[in-house]
């Protein structure tokens, strides 16, 4: 199989598909990997790595997509690669379609094969390839959060872990999955006070013993919410369904009722947003306000990472891609946790969660081989 890396275009991307040990996996067992020009060089990673790894080297965007089987990426594509995409080809990257009108119909109408990193899950329920960027994002948001409280970055000027004789400052993490035990992490180690809020009793009942005690864990209801929400500092937007929109839970009210300065991150922004007031930024400009309140809202945090986060995100999306190339697209996807992963087949949305998000037919894969 010819597997092929392109270079991210998304505005301040700098992670890179596969790094050279996939590559020599992938060409120790029979295959081929084309990689477009510098594509892992915001990744510390030279063309020359990829070429000792067996790699061939391509100058342009059109000739990896147009001559590769399988394109393997990070970030969803954007407009401008729309026209490189074609029929039959097997698209393996982040695609978070409940978000993406555009893409998912771009995606059927080109009927591409489009395997999302995000819904790729485990028998338990548990998300391999979506974890390691929900580890660095969900740390960032703690980390990026702090910064915009600063007076001169428009916030309300409070130091979260506070000094002796003055309160610390307040985190509220609004869900206790990935995203929500790194983000606490880092509060935590901060020196924050720390709430998070979670509608899964069991999984509070975890975190309690986890951090033994030392953060205050609630059961996510609108009151709940709402009441943690006015008196904090930073929220932390950590909700996910997979391959669905995020539910609004902290609304335009709950935002109006807290300080000016005090900041929300929402990492959820991928797939719509858990907070009403969020809307998608970047980060050339990640912040805006509303109410007087900072919002960061960037869709590629673990971007700004870049080495830490494509060494994590290859560590995760190895094993798959290697069965893909192995066995072939028909003969992989029968493995359950990659069958859940397929998106967009044959003209035709896979995944009834993104069906439902874009108001397309849901269709069964299993129909369609």
Not at 253 to 266: H, N, R
Not at 279 to 301: A, E, L
Not at 350 to 366: Q, R
């Amino acid at each position: 199989m010819i597997i092929g890396i392109p270079k991210e275009i998304k505005i301040r991307e700098y992670r890179v598909g596969l790094i050279p040990a996939g590559v020599k996996q992938l060409v120790d067992r029979g295959h081929k990997v084309l990689v477009q020009k510098s594509a892992g060089e915001g990744s510390g990673i030279k063309d020359e790595e990829y070429v000792k790894a067996g790699a061939t080297i391509v100058d342009e965007a059109k000739d990896v997509w147009g001559k590769a089987d399988l394109v393997m990426k990070v970030k969803e594509p954007i407009e401008p690669e729309f026209p490189l995409m074609r029929e039959g080809l097997v698209l393996y990257t982040y695609l978070h379609l409940a978000a993406a009108y555009e893409l998912a119909h771009e995606l059927v109408k080109r009927k591409v094969t489009g395997i999302a990193y995000e819904t790729i899950q485990l028998a338990d329920g548990s998300l391999p390839a979506l974890r390691p960027m929900s580890s660095v994002a969900g740390r960032m948001a703690v980390q990026v959060g702090a910064v915009s409280l600063e007076k001169e970055r428009g916030g309300k000027g409070i130091l979260l872990g506070g000094v002796p004789g003055v309160r610390r400052g307040k985190v509220v993490v609004v869900g206790g999955g990935v995203v929500g035990v790194n983000a606490t992490k880092m509060a935590m180690g901060l020196g924050a006070h720390v709430t998070v809020l979670d509608v899964n009793v069991e999984r509070l009942e975890y975190l309690d013993d986890v951090f033994f005690g030392r953060i205050q864990t609630l059961y996510s209801d609108p009151h709940n919410v709402a009441d943690e929400v006015a008196s904090a500092d930073l929220v932390v937007g950590a909700v996910l369904i997979a391959g669905a929109r995020a539910p609004h839970l902290v609304t335009k009210e709950m935002i109006a009722s807290m300080e000016p300065g005090s900041v929300v991150v929402d990492v959820s922004v991928d797939q719509g947003g858990c907070i009403a007031t969020c809307r998608p930024t970047t980060h050339d400009d990640p912040t805006y306000k509303v109410d007087g309140v900072i919002h960061y809202c960037v869709t590629n945090m673990p971007g700004a990472v870049a080495r830490t986060s494509t060494f994590a995100l290859n560590n995760a999306t190895i094993p798959y891609v290697l069965k893909l190339a192995d066995k072939g697209f028909a003969e992989a996807i029968r493995e359950p946790a990659l069958a859940r992963g397929l998106n967009t087949y044959k003209g035709h949305i896979t995944y009834e969660a993104v069906a439902k998000a874009v108001g397309t037919e849901f269709v069964p894969y299993e129909k369609l081989l």
